[in-house]
């Protein structure tokens, strides 16, 4: 409009038609008049953003609901459009034409966002875009800071799992501690409300007065996971990569411990991490990125050492290992139930490497499960389940269909 408005002028003064002037005149006015309607339209116009809920797992959706509203009680907001930054794997920008915006007039959008890969991500911030009745002049600003949103890893329904300590199949949640059972009681006086039935004669007829057996003291089982989080063991992008069937097998097994009370141990390519609780455990395996390492022994270190007691059940899922790490893991945890996950879309050079991978873990008495998709998982787990502890001969469970 200016460069014609000063077309029209000139050109209605050289020819001398004033009719050319006064367009000219009022071409180039309507710009700087356009921008005075907007003299303190940011100022008055303020937002909010609510993402429901902040914390999800991959696949589910969550709510962005933005309000935008003008705080003036007079002066309206000709026009708003708005656009929410998010990063590309949660979509496309999403972009909002709010329109005019009336004295104290609030107005709400709101959309959908499904992540497909566990981590954090960042939403915002929103570009406010405030314009003139006749379109001439836009202004653009960037409001508030952008909210987080924590993705974790998808889970699987998995069934219990037994471990040594128990009987073979059994799920055992919990084991006695010595000396607090009926075969090794430790008795301790008669206080008032006891009950009779706890009454241990034989230590009462020692002592010369009541002697009660102790409450039966409990203690939770222990489990060990270790995730292979090696850049150069696994294969592939995003959600279709190895890593992440890798992640999703790992997360499954914890939510089955976790739910069950038993206490875990999280390993990783570099050694123990520290995460506890079940929030932890998830939220540690959301932000998890690749490691550097190009070998298992840092990690398969810190797992032989262990924290605690000893485990009686040893999870790993590996990608791609050669046999001196097979080995290595091999012979750790020779008195627990083992279970090792191979994810059979890794990095693996050939198919006689995971032959060889699963002929040397199972010679150590590990359960090997060869892991091509993630849902194949609860299936061989099951059948992880169902078989007797490994002795001398090891069962292997080859991938297949169901």
């Not at 460069?3 to 071409?27: D, I």
């Not at 993402?51 to 907001?77: E, Y």
């Not at 050079?349 to 873990?361: D, G, K, T, W």
């Amino acid at each position: 409009m200016l460069v014609f408005g000063s077309a029209f002028l000139v050109a209605g003064l050289v020819v001398e038609q004033f009719e050319l002037v006064a367009v000219g005149v009022f071409l180039v006015c309507v710009p700087p008049l356009s921008a005075l309607t907007l003299l303190g339209a940011q100022a008055r116009v303020g937002h909010s953003r609510l993402v429901h809920p902040h914390r999800l797992h991959v696949g589910q959706a969550a709510r962005v609901v933005v309000r935008v509203g003008n705080s003036s009680p007079l002066w309206p907001v000709p026009s708003v459009a708005l656009a929410d930054t998010v990063p590309v794997l949660l979509g496309e920008e999403p972009r909002f034409d709010v329109g005019h915006l009336g004295a104290r007039s609030v107005r709400e959008v709101n959309y959908l966002v499904r992540p497909q890969v566990r981590g954090r991500y960042p939403v915002g911030p929103l570009r406010v875009v405030i314009g003139d009745p006749l379109g001439c002049v836009r202004v653009t600003r960037e409001a508030d800071t952008p909210v987080s949103l924590l993705v974790t890893p998808r889970t699987l329904a998995l069934p219990p799992l037994g471990v040594r300590g128990g009987p073979q199949g059994e799920h055992t949640l919990r084991r006695t501690a010595n000396g607090a059972g009926e075969q090794d009681p430790v008795p301790r006086e008669y206080r008032y409300g006891d009950e009779m039935r706890r009454v241990h004669w034989p230590s009462t007829a020692k002592h010369g007065e009541l002697m009660v057996r102790r409450d039966e003291q409990q203690q939770r089982e222990h489990q060990a996971l270790f995730l292979d989080t090696r850049a150069c063991a696994h294969r592939g992008e995003q959600a279709d990569s190895s890593l992440e069937t890798a992640v999703t097998a790992a997360a499954s097994v914890a939510v089955r411990s976790l739910e069950d009370g038993h206490d875990l141990n999280l390993y990783g390519a570099d050694g123990h991490l520290p995460v506890s609780g079940l929030p932890g455990v998830l939220d540690g395996l959301a932000l998890t990125g690749v490691s550097g390492s190009t070998g298992l022994h840092a990690g398969i270190s810190a797992l032989s050492a262990g924290r605690g007691p000893s485990p009686g059940l040893i999870t790993v899922v590996l990608g791609a290992v050669g046999p001196d790490e097979a080995g290595a893991l091999a012979r750790v945890g020779g008195g627990a139930r083992r279970v090792a996950v191979l994810c059979t879309g890794a990095a693996w050079p050939s198919e006689e490497a995971v032959h060889e991978a699963e002929r040397v873990l199972a010679s150590g008495g590990w359960q090997v499960l060869r892991l091509p998709h993630p849902d194949r998982l609860p299936h061989l787990w099951r059948s992880t389940g169902e078989a007797p502890l490994p002795a001398a001969a090891p069962r292997v469970f080859p991938e297949g269909p169901l």
